[in-house]
């Protein structure tokens, strides 16, 4: 069983930076991909990023590509999400997840979520 806690999320202007962070209690957590995915109100869940789970692949959406990067450090037990020169379109939940399979973290069927944190930006 693994939980997932997301942090870091809050109001910010256009062209603004956040840095979301996902802290995983996993003993093993370096066994496991992660990701990031967002739900705009009235909109279907959509992929942002996933990391494999040595760091060593990173997969975009094309609406982030060049502006969020995905790292993650295994020592801490913690993926983040930074966040750069938001669009008033990034505003979401975003939501952490985790699976054994980088491809099911890709596909948007892992094993693990947590609870979401909201990103607001305005224009």
């Known amino acids: 069983q693994v939980q997932l806690v997301e942090s870091g999320g809050g109001l910010v202007q256009a062209g603004g930076s956040l840095r979301l962070s996902c802290a995983a209690s996993?003993?093993?957590?370096?066994?496991?991909?992660m990701g990031w995915f967002r739900q705009a109100p009235g909109k279907e869940r959509e992929f942002v990023a996933a990391?494999?789970?040595?760091?060593?692949?990173?997969y975009y959406a094309d609406s982030v590509k060049g502006r969020f990067t995905i790292s993650r450090d295994n020592a801490k037990n913690t993926v983040y999400l930074q966040m750069n020169s938001l669009k008033p379109e990034d505003t979401a939940v975003y939501y952490c997840?985790?699976?054994?399979?980088?491809?099911?973290?890709?596909?948007?069927?892992?094993?693990?979520w947590g609870q979401g944190t909201q990103v607001t930006v305005s224009s």
């Open positions: 996993a003993r093993t957590f370096s066994n496991y991909a």
């Open positions: 997840a985790a699976d054994s399979h980088l491809r099911a973290v890709v596909t948007d069927a892992s094993d693990y």
């Open positions: 990391i494999s789970w040595s760091g060593g692949s990173t």
